[in-house]
């Protein structure tokens, strides 16, 4: 506790999508008579593994990662990201089809993210190959994975490179069951007090729609964090993953996170099944 507050460790990813939906937090714009807040920013894969050992009190995680760490928290209604007919995308240097991927080595941005499970379960047999999110790109030219699965900025801007669109999850997912790909969620410690759940997820929820609210000023702040980014790009891909599914937990984003992991769950995937919680 820090002046009679309690201290909340909120981790997300540096990236400009996140950077737009925690801009009020950080800037003071919104604030709690309970609860401060200390920013941790790192690597997604990263806050999956964390989240693991319970070492934030609210982190950003995977869909994918929720159910091995369900015993140490509980998603927020706040803070999805979600992508609606569009999501991560199988990328190669040469045109290949989506049968092309069977046996194939794949590039993916960790095994804990929800993009490797979508891969997984759009094909089973490939042999993974775990690189840096922003270095799949790189690994695909060169050779060392026949095709990467990109995510964040790289959805945008790898056309630029020459490569090719092998398949979009995100447009697979709807066309096989009709709803948004959810990718990301926000959660938080259950040992937390309720009140101080509570009163974290309205932070983080008027926080997201005071960045909705004051576009052009949240998004100058997040375009510090989008690797090069021009600030029309920034705004396409803050668009993509912060919009209404953001701000509260949609009935259908929760069924297709639900859908997926009990998908996971029968393919062999995912050990444990989960029934997703939120405050």
Known sequence: MADGKHLVEIAHSPDSDDAFMFYALAKGHVSSDIVDFKHILSDIQSLNVEARNGRYGMTAISYHAYPYVAD??????????????????????????????????????????????????????????VVDFDKIIETVESGEADAGVIIHEGQLTYGRSGLHNVKDLGVWWKEEHGLPLALGANCMLRSLPRDVQEESRRCLSESIQYALDHRAEALEYALQFGRGLESADADQFVG????????????????????????????????????????
Do not use: C, W
């Open 72 to 129: 140490k928290y509980i998603l927020t209604s706040a803070g999805s990201s979600v992508g609606d007919g569009y999501g991560p995308i199988i990328i190669s240097t040469n045109p290949m089809t989506p049968a092309d991927l069977k046996g194939k080595t794949i590039a993916v941005p960790g095994l804990m993210t929800t993009a490797y499970l979508a891969t997984r379960l759009f094909e089973p047999d490939f042999e993974a190959k």
């Open 240 to 279: 993509m993953y912060v919009n209404h599914h953001t701000t509260s937990m949609d009935p259908e984003v929760l069924a297709s996170a639900q859908k997926m992991l009990d998908m996971g769950h029968a393919a062999g995937l995912i050990p444990n099944r989960v029934e997703l919680e939120y405050v």
